[in-house]
């Protein structure tokens, strides 16, 4: 049997990738949910599906000392809201993915403790 050491190793990787992103995402998406408590309700399994894919493409465009820079927790509901809209013009085509991403890079570097939470 052949095994070609280089196509594991990519998938490999990959994975690796792939979990790494998962986790990022899945620990901002809970201090954003915690932050905007009851105000999270109001938005749509859909709108989660695409904060959350929107946050995947910027982990994987940031570094990861910048993204562990990043105050999710001081989103606002139009945080998440611009972070929202932002997926949806990358995934409509509305504007290149880049631009859109660094906008989003730039907004939540200047999140800062004791921002105050906007009621949605």
Do not use: N, Y
Not at 9 to 14: A, C, K, P
Not at 20 to 45: D, F, N, P, T, Y
């Amino acid at each position: 049997m052949v095994v070609h050491k280089d196509v594991t190793d990519e998938t490999v990787g990959l994975r690796a990738f792939q979990v790494r992103k998962a986790q990022a995402v899945e620990r901002a998406v809970e201090r954003i949910r915690h932050r905007m408590g009851h105000g999270w309700q109001s938005l749509s399994s859909d709108e989660i599906d695409l904060l959350e894919w929107t946050l995947g493409e910027l982990w994987a465009m940031v570094g990861h000392r910048e993204w562990e820079s990043f105050h999710f927790s001081f989103c606002t509901p139009q945080t998440v809201r611009e972070i929202i809209a932002g997926g949806r013009q990358i995934i409509s085509r509305e504007r290149p993915g880049t631009a859109v991403l660094a906008e989003l890079q730039r907004l939540l570097s200047s999140l800062q403790p004791g921002e105050e939470v906007e009621e949605a």
